[in-house]
């Protein structure tokens, strides 16, 4: 017979470990693809090892340079 949590605990448990973490994982997958994605790119427009290695440096940050040109060209 399985034992039963009390509800101070449930909530507990729900809060800790769901309660700020919805929608997290979305932003997660849209974040891989695309750093995926821009690796591709800019690792295949190297034209040497060393670029690849920019280029992959790159493809980490490319969401600030969407959010630069965002906001550059909202004005901000």
Known sequence: MAKKFDKKFDK?????????MHGCHHAG???????????VYFI??????????LGFLKALVWPAYIV???????GL
């Open 12 to 20: 507990d448990f729900n809060e800790k470990w769901h309660g700020h």
């Open 29 to 39: 997958a849209g974040y891989g693809l695309g750093f995926i994605g821009a690796a």
């Open 44 to 53: 295949s427009q190297a034209t040497t090892f060393w670029m690849g290695v």
């Open 68 to 74: 630069y040109g965002l906001l550059k060209v909202f």
